[in-house]
């Protein structure tokens, strides 16, 4: 029945669930009223049997024809005994003529009961859908610029209630998503705008000055080179970002003690160059991931603890392992971070203090990929303020094979 039903044309739920409700109780109505009729017109048996010794035996029964006599017995049989077998026989012609009639009558019966049975699915199904309705109807008023707004249905916590509650859930999640790709997008342009326009600005210089000789020229080309490097290391920054948003393309198992010492001695000379005294503590801790991406975080946290520190402060970073997960820590000094913006840290292109003047080749997305990786890979990132200043970021990785 359901590959019947699966056939039929596509009208709308309610009248699906209706014409359901419909043909189940004709099938159900019909089939009871078969069987009933069945069962009182095969019992329709008459027996006469004669009085005189046992000479004679008659029995009449009804039968798919009508109705027929058998007659044996010793002898022919008597007046009185065919008497009997007629007026049998009459009973069971009446009989089948009561049954007939009460078959017709209850097919008009179940005729009107299956009208009655289709209007009533008609009117439960249109109760039971009507939540449905609605929703679809607040779902078609929710746009892009009111992704705010809420299906909010009340109610028993049904089927329907989940369902609402889970696109409440959705749409929840999408206008987080959205207004952090519209920040995103603001600051990203912004970032941009800012060293085009001071390209343009030299290159305007430079033409508008007659004068300028060849050292003047050299300078200018220098101060755009650099102004390059600079953008190189944006775009280089956001498209390492929006990779990482969607997941890892390769998964292998790795060392995380390995790949902090990589990226340790690629930002050796910057820290010797600050003054700043490392300190490592690099334990086995096996996980499981993408290694380049990994080392990358680790990069950047380092990166990070290096710039934002003060003069003859240190840096920690420290590899083990805790409940078979590899854990990696970095510690650093400097000036105290107020607990309230903590959070903020790792928002796309946000700094606490305005350090473009002191750290001109930063780019403020570093703390940013280190989530956008640590998410892809699955681990637990927590940021701890220490009493004395710096910051303690920490990030779990999953235990090989759970990643």
């Known amino acids: 029945m359901r590959a019947w039903f699966s056939r039929l044309p596509r009208h709308t ?4 669930l209706t014409m359901l409700y419909g043909v189940l109780f004709l099938a159900a109505s019909a089939g009871l009223l078969a069987i009933t009729y069945a069962l009182t017109y095969g019992s329709t048996t008459i027996m006469i049997t004669s009085g005189h010794g046992g000479h004679g035996k008659i029995t009449a029964s009804a039968g798919t024809s009508g109705w027929h006599e058998i007659l044996h017995g010793r002898g ?6 065919l008497r009997m077998a007629h007026q049998a026989a009459s009973q069971i012609a009446q009989r089948e003529h009561d049954l007939h009639q009460l078959l017709i009558g209850s097919g008009i019966a179940l005729g ?4 009655i049975a289709v209007i009533l699915g008609w009117v ?3 109760r039971v859908l009507r939540p449905l309705r609605a929703m679809k109807t607040a779902t078609d008023r929710i746009t892009e610029r009111n992704l705010h707004e809420r299906l909010a249905v009340g109610g028993p916590g049904d089927e329907v209630k989940d369902l609402a509650d889970t696109i409440d859930g959705l749409l929840a999640r999408l206008q987080a998503a959205f207004d952090a790709q519209q920040r995103f997008v603001a600051s990203a342009s912004h970032e941009l705008r800012t060293p085009l326009t001071l390209n343009r600005a030299l290159i305007e210089v430079a033409l508008a000055d007659p004068t300028a000789g060849e050292g003047g020229l050299r ?4 101060e755009l080179l650099a102004a390059g490097e600079q953008q190189e290391r944006l775009v280089e920054a956001l498209l390492t970002l929006a990779t990482t948003e969607h997941g890892l393309n390769r998964t292998e198992e790795f060392d ?3 790949t902090c010492r990589r990226a340790l001695e690629a930002h050796r000379g ?7 005294r490392l300190d490592t503590d690099l334990g086995h801790a096996i996980t499981t991931g993408d290694p380049d991406l990994a080392e990358r975080l680790a990069a950047n946290l380092v990166d990070n603890a290096i710039r934002y520190n003060i003069p003859g402060g240190s840096v920690r970073v420290r590899t083990q392992t805790e409940w078979d997960n590899a854990v990696l820590t970095v510690t650093n000094t400097g000036l105290p971070v107020p607990p309230e913006l903590a959070g903020q840290l790792f928002e796309p292109f946000h700094r606490l203090i305005d350090d473009r003047a002191s750290h001109p080749d930063g780019h ?3 703390l940013s990929i280190v989530r956008s990786i640590a998410t892809a890979h699955g681990a637990d990132l927590d940021v701890q303020l220490p009493p004395g200043g710096g910051l303690a970021v920490r990030v779990r990785f999953r235990a090989p094979g759970r990643a």
Do not use: K
């Open 270 to 276: 910057q820290a010797e160059h600050r003054g700043l």
């Open 219 to 222: 300078a200018t080309c220098e």
């Open 256 to 258: 995380l003690a390995e």
């Open 76 to 81: 022919t049989p008597t007046a009185a005994q």
């Open 13 to 16: 739920l309610r009248s699906r």
């Open 364 to 366: 403020g997305l570093g």
């Open 124 to 126: 439960v199904a249109g």
């Open 112 to 115: 009107i009961m299956v009208v």
